[in-house]
């Protein structure tokens, strides 16, 4: 097996804004990986939040020398390969991808079809409206007409006006988006004021290291609470049971694919709801998440939707959910 990888910039259609920082742009890793005379790519969006970036991604895929191995022991090298990505799990994710997409290109099949999964079954993606000014707010709601689902990005200490606004311009339903930005006791007074906003579900309200402090906060509002920091791999699901409704798994967070589908199956076992998210992301990296979509509650797949520059293409967008392509493997290729 042939790794190849290089460095994409796409840009956003607007600054996007959350509780901690703000982007303009994003660097991707493509991977593409070659055997048996078939190519099959994979995509690494690092966050700098993990301490990644794509620098340190792609160093990460080209010190690797899997000459003699074959996609088709994706499983066990994600195992052997586990110590050696430690750090660098959207580096993992992107070399994950292109072994599945690899895979369903031999078999001739999407990757939906390795999984048995139902394309027809895949959730309404929420749209994110980032942290913003007004106007901006009230431009990008517009904008955002065709997606019956929105998430809002919340924590920047204009909560209230936020969602104000939202208000003023539809009545959709909402997803609140914190990033950690909230302390307990505002936690939980912004939770039960969003309780008669229309909003569904409250991510990650507090830091990721204040586990016990979102148990605190669960036991006095009535939305759901999904993890997003606090739910990084498979060993951070059964701590989360004991704090949150549900969690966000990301495919650049956990390594990609493999480790999200147990991710999904043990957050089953332990009676949680599962949401498919996302970094900012091309339609590539998207498409890893949305072929494992039907198997899940909720999803957030919109990064491609952000960008204005996507340099892949396959995916359809029909009354607010992706539509998988009936290609083999996850059916994405290279604009022309």
Same mark, same amino acid.
């Given at each position: 097996m042939i790794i190849d990888t290089s460095i994409h910039q796409i840009h956003l259609k607007h600054t996007f804004r959350i509780s901690r920082d703000a982007q303009d742009a994003v660097r991707i890793v493509v991977v593409a990986i070659s055997h048996d005379g078939i190519t099959g790519l994979g995509e690494a969006s690092p966050s700098l939040r993990y301490g990644e970036d794509a620098e340190s991604a792609r160093k990460a895929l080209q010190g690797l /020398?899997?000459?003699? *191995?074959?996609?088709? @022991? *994706?499983? @066990?090298?994600?195992q052997e390969l586990e110590d050696y990505f430690e750090g660098q799990r959207a580096a993992q994710a992107a070399l994950d991808i292109a072994m599945w997409d690899w895979m369903g290109k031999k078999a001739g099949m999407p990757v939906y079809g390795l999984l048995g999964l139902n394309p027809g079954k895949v959730p309404v993606t929420s749209f994110t409206i980032g942290i913003a000014d007004a106007d901006i707010m009230r431009q990008k709601i517009r904008e955002a007409e065709q997606y019956p689902l929105l998430k809002i990005k919340l924590g920047g200490g204009h909560d209230e006006e936020a969602i104000e606004i939202v208000r003023s311009e539809t009545d959709k339903p909402i997803q609140a988006d914190v990033n950690e930005g909230w302390k307990r006791e505002e936690a939980v007074d912004k939770i039960l004021w969003l309780e008669g906003q229309g909003v569904k579900l409250v991510e990650q309200p507090l830091q990721a290291k204040d586990l016990y402090g979102t148990a605190w906060v669960r036991e006095r509002v009535n939305l759901p609470i999904?993890?997003? @920091? $606090? #739910?990084?791999? %498979?060993? /951070?699901?059964?701590? #989360?049971?004991?704090?949150? /409704?549900? &969690? $966000? &798994?990301? %495919?650049?967070? #956990?390594?990609?694919?493999?480790?999200?589908? *147990?991710? &999904?199956?043990?957050? *089953?076992? %332990?009676?949680?709801?599962v949401m498919l998210g996302c970094m900012i992301e091309s339609s590539l990296g998207i498409s890893a998440a949305a072929h494992l979509s039907p198997l899940v509650d909720t999803v957030d797949l919109d990064g491609h939707l952000l960008i204005r520059d996507d340099p892949f293409e396959g995916l359809g967008f029909r009354e607010g959910r992706i539509v998988l392509p009936d290609r083999s493997g996850l059916g994405i290729i290279r604009k022309q």
């Open positions: /020398d899997l000459s003699g *191995r074959s996609p088709m @022991e *994706r499983t @066990e090298l994600h999904f993890a997003d @920091e $606090n #739910c990084r791999r %498979l060993a /951070d699901v059964p701590d #989360c049971a004991d704090a949150f /409704d549900g &969690i $966000n &798994i990301k %495919l650049m967070k #956990c390594g990609g694919p493999t480790e999200g589908l *147990r991710m &999904i199956h043990t957050a *089953r076992a %332990l009676g949680l709801k």
